[in-house]
Nanobody
């Protein structure tokens, strides 16, 4: 069973940075697609950054391109989301997610392992 535990959320002023971490455990062949999603109050959950663990696929939502970076530390079984130049509209609960893809890309609708979430608040 894959388990995901996020950390690193908090409150920051606009223009600041945060790094989210997601510690993963369980069979690695069940989590070759990892990603970060977010959900703001009253809004649907959306994909922020997705990545295939073999490095063959990376996706960023247009709103975060150039500001956020998803990365992996295989030795630590950890997925990171470095968030720079944060804006008030980035305020949301951020979730780490994973699933096993039998192809070279990741689909946001297929993620089914989820962490508990970590809150990010960006004040203006």
């Amino acid at each position: 069973q894959v388990q995901l535990v996020e950390s690193g959320g908090g409150s920051v002023q606009a223009g600041g940075s945060l790094r989210l971490s997601c510690a993963s455990s369980g069979p690695s062949n069940e989590r070759n697609c990892v990603g970060w999603f977010r959900q703001a109050p009253g809004q649907e959950r959306e994909a922020v950054a997705l990545k295939k663990t073999d490095g063959r696929f990376t996706y960023y939502d247009d709103w975060v391109k150039g500001r956020f970076t998803i990365s992996l530390d295989d030795a630590k079984n950890t997925v990171y989301l470095q968030m720079n130049s944060l804006r008030p509209e980035d305020t949301a609960m951020y979730y780490c997610a994973a699933y096993a893809a039998g192809y070279s890309w990741c689909e946001d609708s297929k993620y089914h392992y989820w962490g508990q979430g970590t809150q990010v608040i960006v004040s203006s």
